[in-house]
């Protein structure tokens, strides 16, 4: 277990907005989640589990134990009859993430390129971007319980995915409620990428794209280089002009 003390977190939020941790743990695995709890003085502290830093807006400094999520790996780890299932740690950036499946020859995640944060975010928002969420993709996750230390892992059902929602962002109502905003720190989170790959374009810049290209039927990598373009030409660069990304949500009607 890795504790720092009084550590600037400008460098670790998107935003570049100043603030200090008391007491900030780089979390490689679930042994240093266990170290925490079993600390004498750390595992009496409120915790603040921080990814990315693409999704907060810091209003001071951070008076909870910091629990910087820094699992890493990346891997191949089995497949079905219609999937390959690929597996990252919560600490991987997610746009290196998506960019290594593609080298892999294992497409599928392109719509989803250079959105910021971490592997371990991605459930915890559905993130979704071109006309595909995470949830389309999603296999099953790994978290460990705040509270227990116990490790459990998660299928699609249980996370209750959403529009830019999930399980991970709302809290328990009801004994028994599967709530698990701040409770829980994602580990690992495993992909199922389809072996019959099939283009998913229906989206104006994605179609505008197409007919100046002349390119009737793009590759993944084609529309992975398409979708980074036009983000980029969109949002500006954090590490340039700090942002967040696209952090609005479209409204939901009714028919």
């Given amino acids: 277990m890795i504790v720092e003390r009084n550590v600037p977190l400008q460098p670790l939020n998107s935003f570049g907005i100043a603030a200090r941790a008391a007491v900030l743990v780089r979390v490689r695995g679930e042994a240093d989640v266990r170290a925490v709890r079993a600390d004498a003085e750390l595992g009496a502290q409120p915790t603040f589990v921080l990814g990315g830093g693409s999704n907060i807006v810091l209003t001071g400094d951070v008076k909870p134990v910091v629990l910087k999520v820094e699992v890493p790996g990346r891997r191949v780890v089995g497949e079905t009859a219609r999937h390959v299932i690929v597996e990252a740690g919560a600490g991987e950036n997610w746009h290196d993430f998506v960019t290594w499946t593609l080298d892999q020859g294992l497409p599928g995640l392109e719509n989803l390129a250079l959105i910021p944060g971490t592997v371990g975010a991605s459930p915890v928002q559905n993130i979704g971007?071109?006309?595909?969420?995470?949830?389309?993709?999603?296999?099953?996750?790994?978290?460990?319980?705040?509270?227990?230390?116990?490790?459990?892992?998660?299928?699609?059902?249980?996370?209750?995915?959403?529009?830019?929602?999930?399980?991970?962002?709302?809290?328990?109502?009801?004994?028994?409620?599967?709530?698990?905003?701040?409770?829980?720190?994602?580990?690992?989170?495993?992909?199922?990428?389809?072996?019959?790959?099939?283009?998913?374009?229906?989206?104006?810049?994605?179609?505008r794209r197409m007919e100046e290209e002349g390119v009737a039927h793009p590759s993944a990598r084609q529309l992975y280089d398409w979708i980074v373009a036009i983000r980029r030409a969109k949002l500006p660069d954090p590490a340039v002009i700090g942002n967040a990304g696209s952090f609005f949500k479209n409204p939901t009607v009714t028919p």
């Fill in 129 to 207: 971007a071109y006309g595909v969420e995470l949830q389309d993709r999603f296999h099953e996750l790994d978290a460990i319980d705040l509270l227990t230390g116990e490790v459990f892992t998660l299928g699609a059902a249980q996370c209750g995915f959403g529009y830019r929602d999930s399980v991970f962002k709302r809290a328990a109502a009801a004994p028994g409620d599967l709530g698990l905003a701040g409770r829980a720190l994602i580990l690992r989170v495993r992909f199922a990428l389809p072996k019959d790959w099939q283009p998913v374009l229906g989206y104006l810049d994605i179609e």
